[in-house]
C-alpha cells in the first residue's frame, strides 16, 4: 500500500516503518521535478494563490499529474514555502561564516537571496511588519492582516490557500509524529534567528538602523525582486532597487 505524506511524499508501508520516501520511478521523479520547477515559477509570478492548473499547464502535465503527488494545494505550497525557507537560512549561514564585516555579511545575503528570486515564496508567518519578531502557527488568528500587502507575485498573494486563512482540504497521507504547521514554524524560526544573527551584528556595529527588524530586511528580500517579463531587465531593476533599499537602512 502507497500513501502520501503531507509534503507530497510517497511512503509504503514499509517506508513508514523506516521512516524513509519509496523510491519514485525515473518518469515519476522527472515529472515530480517538472512540477516543483513549475510550482515555483507560477506561485512566483502569480503568488501563492495561483490555481493548481496553472502549475500543471507551465509543468506541461495534467492536472491529474499534479494532485496526485499532492494531494491538495496546500500540500503543495508547503513544500515549496518549506524548501525556499531553508533555501534562505543557508545563504544567510554561508554569509555568517564568510564574510568577516558585519554589513558586508548582511548585504551579502540580500544581494544572494533577491538575486536567488527566493523571496517571492518565503511563507505569511515570517513577513510580519509591526509586531515582534515571533513566528506564530499559520493558522494562528489574524495571521493574514499581519502579512504585508506588496503585490500579485509575492506572498500576500497566500489569500485562498488552505492553512493560510482558510479552512484546510481533505489531505490523504500517513499520521505524522509532528503537525506539518509545527514544523513550517520550526523552519521560519530557524530562519528568523539566523537572519536575527546578522542584523544584531551589524546593528551593534554601528552600520545598521537600531529601528531595523529582522522582518523589515526579509520584508526587503520579498518585495526587491519585481516580476518583470525580460530577465536581463528584471536583474537590473532588482540590483537598483536593492542598491536603494540598503542605503535606507544603513545608519546615518
Sequence with gaps: MQVQDSYGQVRTAQSMASGRSAPLRVDAQRNLEHVLRAAREVF???GYGAPMEDVARRARVGVGTVYRRFPSKDVLV???????TARLTEQARTAL???DEPWSALSRFLRTSVASGAGRLLPPQVLRVGVDDVVLPAGAPDDAARVPQQRASVPAGLNGVAGYGE???QRVGAPRAVP???QDDAGAAELLEVVGRLVDRAREAGELRTDVTVSDVLLVIATAAPALPDAAQQAAASA????????GLRSR
Design 78 to 84: 508547503r513544500r515549496i514555502a518549506e524548501e525556499e
Design 180 to 182: 506539518a504547521a509545527e
Design 167 to 169: 479552512q484546510a482540504e
Design 44 to 46: 512566483g509570478e502569480l
Design 97 to 99: 561564516g564568510q564574510e
Design 240 to 247: 537598483r532597487l536593492l542598491d536603494i533599499l540598503l542605503e
